[in-house]
């Protein structure tokens, strides 16, 4: 299992087209503006679906007017393309739900 850290990550990041995306240590985190928290709630649904369909499980947190998520592979401490994946399907879901991400401070 590969597993990206530092420029790798980044290169990784670039490569899969996850610009919601930035690394940070050893994950990979995102803020999505919901705007309200009906919309993120249902986006959090969404996503809690997937996990379990993948048997990989982020960190979420929700709030009233946003989504941030982290996703790390915990048995190997870094990321890897199994986060990558599931970025991408979250990244989906935002892109359906006509829901922006914030920018990386």
Known sequence: ???????????????????????????????????????????????????EAANHHPDITLTYPSVAITLTSHDTGAVTDRDLKLAARISNFAAEADIAAEQAP
């Open 1 to 51: 299992m590969t597993e990206y850290t530092g420029h790798t990550l980044t290169d990784a990041l670039e490569a899969a087209g996850l610009t919601d995306w930035r690394g940070e240590d050893e994950t990979i985190v995102a803020r999505y503006a919901t705007g309200d928290f009906a919309t993120g709630l249902e986006f959090v649904n969404r996503i809690g679906a997937a996990a």
